[in-house]
């Protein structure tokens, strides 16, 4: 008799404890989507070239350089990003470079 109790007692242990690692775990995941994260690249080019440009506010040619490098390194990085096709990396380029 006592076997028995300590037998049923080990088995509902172990049923809660595989419950809970099944459901316990059952957290949910926030995806973003496909324009959500094209728009998220983007704002980090416009903030890169912000902060660039606050560099050499005064010197025009300097500010010229900064951004044609950053250009050129936004360019390179975004034709190897999965996201973007080249119309949409020559759009970003385009804006990018509109910005002052």
Known sequence: ?????????????????????????????????????????KDGYRQQLRIALLEATDDKKQRVVIKKELLRRCSAELSLNIFFDAGEIREIILELSRMD
């Open 1 to 41: 008799m006592d076997t028995t109790i300590i037998y049923t007692l080990i088995g509902l242990l172990l049923v809660a404890v595989i419950s809970f690692f099944i459901f316990g775990k059952n957290v949910t995941k926030i995806v973003k989507t496909k324009e959500e994260k094209k728009e998220e690249i």
